[in-house]
């Protein structure tokens, strides 16, 4: 919404490709996204394209506007170079990554995931392959250590709005002349699925009691790993307390962290509770009962399937935490 808002505000804005409307809520209601909405308020044409080759039906159409450039911004689908190459300045994509540096549909978990200590925003003309067209501007924006991605991702269109139009009247003018990249710098990222926040109780249990992780769970925590990390995550000084902290910041508000946990009856004649265990919230502290400095991860929020989330005291309150376990 900022992009279009300083689209709208500095520019002739023709039009809105946007994503066709989906279920919402309980009832699945067929709604209209935000951006349609705007369009819809503003008087302007809008396309929803359900995939890229109905994006590529829209040619003729959207050849007979004229267009000077097409602006990109967290759209989430392939664009065909036939689509991206036809206005007369070509088109600009917005990705928050310090190219070609975490390339993909993910790049914002990725730099929470690895702990790094700025994020950054690419503005790149687009080419066929997936980010890898030149650079015209890299901005970058300091960490404080505490940002999930929801929180991050609205810092960083809010900044990318705010440089939007001085990047296309430079651009337009020639004061900003395309970079190629290094393509053997490249790193890439994946789009993550609700299976990739799963964390197995028994090392969630670890992190908490800040228990170290044997030679074998270390290995199997890093062949498990569904998702591509620096190695440098996984070396002797490793803690799973402080990268679980990190996942829950990465993956908020999606997929989410999660573990599954049996909520042992003590009605002997009701079978036992298999629930998944949603960690909202956590944080870091010092374990200072260990022979060796560690880290013990505390969590704050937690949501058990079908409940509201309600604090990590309150539900050990409801929960002996020590009797959770995966068994029967």
Excluded at 24 to 44: C, D, E, M
Excluded at 166 to 174: A, E, F, Q, S, T
Excluded at 186 to 206: Q, S
Excluded at 310 to 327: E, H, M, P, R, T
Aim: glycine letters at 4%.
């Amino acid at each position: 919404m900022p992009i279009l808002n300083v689209l709208i505000n500095n520019f002739n804005l023709k039009g809105i490709i946007t994503a066709s409307d989906k279920p919402v809520g309980r009832k699945q209601i067929l709604s209209p996204s935000p951006v349609k909405q705007f369009a819809l308020s503003h008087n302007l044409q809008y396309f929803t394209p359900s995939d890229k080759n109905q994006l590529l039906t829209l040619y003729n159409k959207l050849n007979s506007l004229n267009i000077d450039l097409f602006v990109v911004a967290d759209y989430g689908m392939i664009i065909p170079e036939k689509i991206f190459s036809l206005p007369r300045h070509k088109t600009i994509n917005i990705h928050f990554s310090r190219l070609p540096e975490y390339r993909g549909p993910s790049p914002v978990q990725y730099t929470i995931l690895n702990g790094e200590k700025s994020a950054w925003i690419s503005f790149m003309l687009m080419a066929k392959d997936l980010d890898t067209g030149d650079i015209l501007k890299q901005i970058e924006f300091s960490l404080q250590g505490n940002e999930t991605s929801g929180s991050l991702y609205t810092d960083l269109f809010n900044i990318a709005a705010d440089n939007l139009v001085g990047v296309i009247n430079d651009y337009i003018k020639g004061e900003l002349k395309p970079i190629p990249q290094d393509h053997t710098k490249a790193t890439f990222t994946k789009m993550f699925n609700k299976e990739d926040g799963y964390i197995p109780f028994d090392l969630l249990r670890k992190a908490i009691d800040a228990e170290p992780l044997n030679h074998e769970e270390r290995k199997k925590w890093l062949f498990d790993n569904k998702f591509s990390i620096t190695n440098s995550q996984f070396s002797m000084n490793f803690q799973l307390p402080i990268f679980i902290e990190k996942m829950i910041r990465a993956f908020d508000p999606w997929p989410g962290v999660w573990t599954i946990i049996n909520l042992k009856s003590q009605n002997a004649n009701r079978k036992s509770d298999i629930k998944r265990l949603r960690i909202l919230k956590a944080h870091l502290e010092p374990a200072t009962d260990n022979l060796q400095p560690t880290t013990r991860l505390i969590l704050d929020l937690v949501q058990l399937e079908g409940k509201k989330p309600v604090a990590w005291k309150q539900f050990c309150q409801g929960y002996d935490f020590n009797s959770l376990n995966l068994k029967d």
